[in-house]
């Protein structure tokens, strides 16, 4: 499993692609360009780009994570 690169939201930038994606949450790009395509991952389709939005991710980590609870 890679790990994640990123200590903190701050540290994010408004628009994440799939490679920041990636490395957040500590995956391939493969993996990250998967989540993309699933129907209820929070996306922005730009042209043929897909970016999330960064307060739509956080929202969607807490959501799909009870808060942070394992």
Same mark, same amino acid.
Do not use: H
């Given at each position: 499993?890679? @790990?994640?690169?990123? @200590?903190?939201?701050?540290e994010l930038? $408004?628009f $994440? !692609?799939a490679e920041?994606? *990636?490395?957040? /949450?500590?995956?391939?790009q *493969?993996t *990250?360009y998967? /989540? $993309?395509h699933?129907e209820?991952?929070? &996306?922005?389709?730009?042209g !043929?780009r /897909?970016?999330?939005? &960064?307060d ?6 807490t959501? !799909?994570?009870k808060g942070?609870? *394992?």
């Open positions: 499993m890679k @790990k994640s690169t990123v @200590k903190s939201y701050d930038p $408004l $994440l !692609n920041m994606l *990636a490395q957040v /949450l500590g995956v391939s *493969a *990250a998967e /989540l $993309l699933e209820s991952f929070p &996306k922005l389709k730009i !043929n /897909l970016v999330i939005p &960064k739509r991710f956080i929202e969607w980590v959501t !799909n994570t942070g609870c *394992a």
